[in-house]
């Protein structure tokens, strides 16, 4: 009998003994339509209508727009959308993979577990059972919260198979990494390092010299540079780094901190919620395993007769340097920080795309667990081991009660999802435009789930989403042409927006004319350009409402005073001071209805953000498209009421109606010139405006 389907079956009856197995109904999407699942599946359904002959190939323009990227940046499991991507029209126009991805994830953890305790031991049947533990771990279990990319923890074991396996072969790391490179980031880089130190263990075992090791790394490397251009990865440039180093970490308490549902007897360790990625919590099976081995060792002679020394040093290094990188530099215990230290900045890179650092510690939990397997094989009697190991998996088992009830009736009985745009309105805007533009454009926008669902369900693009990641610089970009847009009034005839910024708004509402035309419509503000039959969205129609007036008193730009009602773009949330500008130009809009035929005198209180490294500042100032001026500051002359005259003619070609621009010379944040951590662009403070004759 070939033992190896014993494994699989225990890999499958866990499956459904976690889930339920109604996920494997490919049309079933209530369970992943909430948070980061509902993305995971919106970036397969966006990329399944995609262009077939592209390049990079994983390219998903239609989920974004201007700030889109790939299928790897949705964490929709690149492996399986370029599987099923091609039969997409023999597949139901509803179609999820992942119920499968979950499944075939099990089998796997459960395969490779087996495979890699059969390197310790003869017997046939310990293996087995101790593959269950690995199948079982709550550091892997943890990730049907939602990452389900993240669930192929198998990928780990099998990298430690092919560290521990006798014989080196690099067509299997080869295609190892490849595979792992079209699942998740984090999983490849962790298995890269794991070569990397199985390289070192070969050259001491001196099964392959250096220049090989060089030729091979050379070949390894540009293939999987090559695959992942194709898949995606380089799409967004800088915005692959973020924030987040050193709070998504791992508490030095994690591996007994069961979070309260993962143990019935060990308490949740108060302090540690603001880390769910350093979740380690080893299961109390595994714990008291650990206890009762380490009183073995204690009290038994030639305790530390361990195995191969060349392949131990290597992966207790790589140990060492996964733990202290899952610890971050804000190291803690039970959430309270008891040391810090500051890093290199050459390590910025690194530690910006990969500020998760507690998933370090994955290769380390299950070399732990491979630990005290190897212990227990070789120190303990077979029928000893046999009934221990039985008791403690069913004492994990039901000690784990509430996290199996939990994942279990999230499958089984999610709440229900409905797309809610299903009047019979948004079914004849579907096929009047090609995309949805949200108005601003923001990733994970407040209602970015119904809207790319319908859009998607719809074959259109559109510019906002849920992603792991976004170009900045792009996003910014994409802002100031819709804004810009929105301020001329020039709308593309093919595109539906989608209004979530107030002011741009109300800026469109008062511009806006035939054939162009603004509806109220489940409770989306939407502008609907060019309509042929406006009678029809008559009802739905919104009445103008001039919000721009002068009222001949100074404008006060200062929080308590709420005059934020005459700034279009481009500010930041007012201040007790004043608000600032924010991104490279802002807008105002002011109606001065006066019938006075004469010049009229702009006065602007204000200041710039000046520092030693930036100390002068020069803003244009346009009214209607029309250069008027530019403010000038420096470090002696910087806060100050400047002047400027508007000319009559300005006022009378547009019945009073001033667009005030201004456009900054430079453009930088308080933490590019040194002066605080605040990353925004910001260029100068408005405190007031007046006119005046």
């Known amino acids: 009998?070939?033992?190896?389907?014993?494994?699989?079956?225990?890999?499958?009856?866990?499956?459904?003994?976690?889930?339920?197995?109604?996920?494997?109904?490919?049309?079933?999407?209530?369970?992943?339509?909430?948070?980061?699942?509902?993305?995971?599946?919106?970036?397969?359904?966006?990329?399944?209508?995609?262009?077939?002959?592209?390049?990079?190939?994983?390219?998903?323009?239609?989920?974004?727009?201007?700030?889109?990227?790939?299928?790897?940046?949705?964490?929709?499991?690149?492996?399986?959308?370029?599987?099923?991507?091609?039969?997409?029209?023999?597949?139901?126009?509803?179609?999820?993979?992942?119920?499968?991805?979950?499944?075939?994830?099990?089998?796997?953890?459960?395969?490779?577990?087996?495979?890699?305790?059969?390197?310790?031991?003869?017997?046939?049947?310990?293996?087995?059972?101790?593959?269950?533990?690995?199948?079982?771990?709550?550091?892997?279990?943890?990730?049907?919260?939602?990452?389900?990319?993240?669930?192929?923890?198998?990928?780990?074991?099998?990298?430690?198979?092919?560290?521990?396996?006798?014989?080196?072969?690099?067509?299997?790391?080869?295609?190892?990494?490849?595979?792992?490179?079209?699942?998740?980031?984090?999983?490849?880089?962790?298995?890269?390092?794991?070569?990397?130190?199985?390289?070192?263990?070969?050259?001491?075992?001196?099964?392959?010299?250096?220049?090989?090791?060089?030729?091979?790394?050379?070949?390894?490397?540009?293939?999987?540079?090559?695959?992942?251009?194709?898949?995606?990865?380089?799409?967004?440039?800088?915005?692959?780094?973020?924030?987040?180093?050193?709070?998504?970490?791992?508490?030095?308490?994690?591996?007994?901190?069961?979070?309260?549902?993962?143990?019935?007897?060990?308490?949740?360790?108060?302090?540690?919620?603001?880390?769910?990625?350093?979740?380690?919590?080893?299961?109390?099976?595994?714990?008291?395993?650990?206890?009762?081995?380490?009183?073995?060792?204690?009290?038994?002679?030639?305790?530390?007769?361990?195995?191969?020394?060349?392949?131990?040093?290597?992966?207790?290094?790589?140990?060492?340097?996964?733990?202290?990188?899952?610890?971050?530099?804000?190291?803690?215990?039970?959430?309270?920080?008891?040391?810090?230290?500051?890093?290199?900045?050459?390590?910025?890179?690194?530690?910006?795309?990969?500020?998760?650092?507690?998933?370090?510690?994955?290769?380390?939990?299950?070399?732990?667990?491979?630990?005290?397997?190897?212990?227990?094989?070789?120190?303990?009697?077979d029928k000893t081991i046999i009934i221990l190991l039985i008791v403690l998996l069913v004492m994990q088992i039901i000690d784990t009660k509430y996290a199996w009830e939990q994942y279990r009736s999230k499958f089984l009985h999610p709440s229900k999802y409905f797309l809610q745009m299903d009047s019979p309105v948004w079914n004849m805007i579907a096929k009047r435009y090609k995309k949805i533009i949200l108005v601003l454009p923001e990733n994970k926008s407040k209602d970015w789930l119904q809207l790319s669902h319908f859009a998607a369900n719809n074959k259109m693009q559109i510019n906002t989403g849920f992603f792991a990641r976004v170009d900045e610089s792009k996003l910014s970009d994409a802002k100031v042409e819709i804004a810009n847009s929105v301020v001329q009034n020039k709308f593309l005839d093919d595109a539906l927006y989608v209004f979530t910024d107030e002011n741009l708004w109300k800026m469109a509402l008062d511009q806006i004319s035939k054939p162009d035309i603004a509806i109220f419509l489940d409770g989306y503000r939407l502008v609907l350009p060019n309509v042929k039959d406006i009678d029809f969205f008559k009802s739905l129609k919104v009445t103008k409402e001039n919000d721009f007036i002068y009222s001949k008193k100074q404008i006060s730009f200062r929080l308590q005073h709420k005059q934020n009602k005459y700034l279009v773009y481009g500010w930041a949330n007012p201040e007790p001071s004043g608000v600032w500008s924010e991104g490279k130009q802002s807008f105002l809009r002011v109606d001065i209805l006066d019938d006075s035929d004469v010049d009229i005198q702009l006065s602007i209180d204000s200041f710039a953000l000046l520092a030693e490294e930036q100390i002068t500042q020069e803003v244009d100032v346009l009214i209607n498209k029309r250069y008027i001026g530019t403010l000038k500051y420096n470090l002696m002359q910087n806060k100050a009421i400047r002047k400027l005259m508007i000319p009559k003619d300005i006022l009378l070609q547009n019945n009073g109606k001033l667009l005030i621009e201004f456009k900054y010379k430079y453009t930088s944040s308080p933490k590019q010139l040194g002066l605080s951590d605040d990353p925004r662009i910001l260029s100068f403070k408005l405190i007031s405006l007046d006119f005046s004759i």
């Open 1 to 381: 009998m070939n033992l190896a389907i014993i494994p699989i079956l225990f890999g499958i009856f866990t499956f459904f003994f976690v889930t339920g197995g109604e996920i494997l109904n490919p049309v079933y999407i209530d369970w992943l339509m909430k948070g980061d699942p509902a993305t995971h599946w919106l970036g397969w359904h966006f990329f399944r209508d995609s262009v077939s002959l592209q390049w990079p190939l994983g390219k998903n323009l239609s989920y974004g727009m201007d700030i889109s990227s790939s299928i790897v940046f949705t964490d929709s499991i690149p492996l399986l959308a370029f599987i099923f991507k091609p039969f997409s029209s023999f597949l139901p126009d509803i179609f999820q993979y992942i119920g499968i991805w979950v499944l075939l994830c099990f089998i796997l953890q459960s395969y490779f577990a087996w495979k890699l305790l059969s390197f310790f031991s003869k017997n046939r049947w310990l293996p087995i059972i101790g593959s269950l533990f690995f199948t079982l771990a709550p550091v892997y279990i943890i990730r049907l919260d939602g990452h389900y990319a993240l669930f192929a923890q198998w990928v780990l074991l099998a990298g430690l198979y092919l560290y521990f396996k006798k014989e080196f072969s690099v067509i299997r790391w080869l295609i190892l990494l490849v595979i792992t490179s079209m699942i998740h980031a984090y999983l490849l880089i962790m298995l890269l390092l794991l070569l990397l130190t199985d390289f070192i263990q070969r050259y001491f075992l001196k099964q392959i010299s250096i220049r090989e090791i060089i030729k091979q790394l050379s070949i390894i490397g540009i293939s999987l540079f090559i695959l992942m251009y194709a898949i995606g990865y380089f799409m967004i440039g800088s915005g692959v780094g973020t924030t987040g180093f050193g709070y998504y970490h791992m508490d030095l308490l994690s591996l007994g901190d069961s979070q309260g549902i993962w143990s019935q007897i060990i308490p949740n360790q108060e302090g540690t919620i603001g880390d769910p990625e350093g979740f380690n919590y080893l299961g109390i099976g595994m714990i008291l395993l650990t206890i009762i081995v380490f009183f073995k060792l204690l009290f038994t002679s030639n305790n530390f007769v361990l195995y191969n020394k060349a392949k131990l040093t290597p992966i207790v290094v790589l140990f060492l340097f996964l733990f202290f990188y899952a610890l971050s530099n804000h190291i803690a215990i039970a959430g309270e920080e008891i040391y810090s230290y500051s890093l290199p900045s050459i390590t910025q890179y690194f530690t910006q795309t990969f500020r998760a650092s507690g998933r370090f510690f994955w290769l380390d939990y299950y070399l732990i667990y491979l630990t005290v397997f190897y212990f227990v094989f070789t120190k303990l009697k």
